[in-house]
């Protein structure tokens, strides 16, 4: 019995553990994570204001703009804030077992919720360019916001019952760092499968969307070489350039998972 209290407390001591940064190093990430809270706080801020005082700017694919751009603001005024602390900062009181699970829940939602906004608008791009009309004539204001809320309720329900295992873990009054890490350790396998499912989802989007255009281009080209005698370059030049910014779109969406891990 006596070895085995021995044991825990050194477990427990060596959960504790975590080293401090030096000051040199401190210092510059502070600096950099303070310019990237206020900068993300003001952009997307901005964004949210510009859409809310101009009414006709409240379309179906600005609402979910405006969506991600809330999310955004959301994660650089909580999460960020709370990594400078307990990541940059280091600071001791940040520790326990409630405030971990609290703050891995906060950290999964947004990012959750920033993949699936983003990966709603490439949906949205592709839908407008394979339907054309028909969608422009189907999505209203009031569908944005059941799309925006029905993101919110599909990730709040899916991020609780993942979290559900969060409470077996139990390093006493650790610092949040080593909670951090230990989850991480613990579902990096489950992690990389989402976040490989949300890669997926937007190369076939963004391949659908290159699909659509080229379809669209050649049909278009097709008829006025027929009806008005000109040539398919200056047809498609117009929808070659839509192509080019579904493949930028796609490239960035994919870009921006990556850099979430």
Known sequence: LANLIIRKKKLSTKNTMHFMKP?????????????LIISSSLANGLILGVIARFKKLRTFTNILLANAALVDLLNALINMPTYL???????SWLKGKTLAIFSVYLSRLFIFLHLVSILSL????????????????????????????????????????????????????????????????????LQAAVIALFIAGAIAFGALSVYS????????????????????????????????????FVTFLVTFILNTQ
Not at 23 to 35: D, E, G, H, Q, W
Not at 85 to 91: A, D, I, T
Request: with cysteine; aromatic share 12%.
């Open 213 to 248: 255009i080229r379809r669209r281009k050649l049909q278009v080209s097709t008829k006025l070489v027929h009806e008005l005698r000109i040539t398919n370059s200056t047809v498609g030049l117009h929808f070659l350039e839509e192509e080019k910014n579904a493949l930028v």
């Open 23 to 35: 000051l040199s190093t401190i210092i510059p990430m502070a600096v950099c994570l303070s310019m």
């Open 85 to 91: 602390l307990y990541g940059v900062l280091e600071v």
């Open 122 to 189: 490439l949906v949205n791009a592709f839908l407008g360019i394979a339907f054309d009309f028909r969608y422009f004539a189907w999505k209203t204001k009031q569908k944005a916001i059941c799309v925006v809320v029905l993101e919110w309720v599909m990730s709040l329900v899916t991020l609780s019952l993942f979290s559900i295992p969060l409470f077996s873990i139990d390093l006493q009054d650790a610092h949040l760092y080593t909670y951090r890490q230990h989850v991480y350790s613990e579902y990096k396998t």
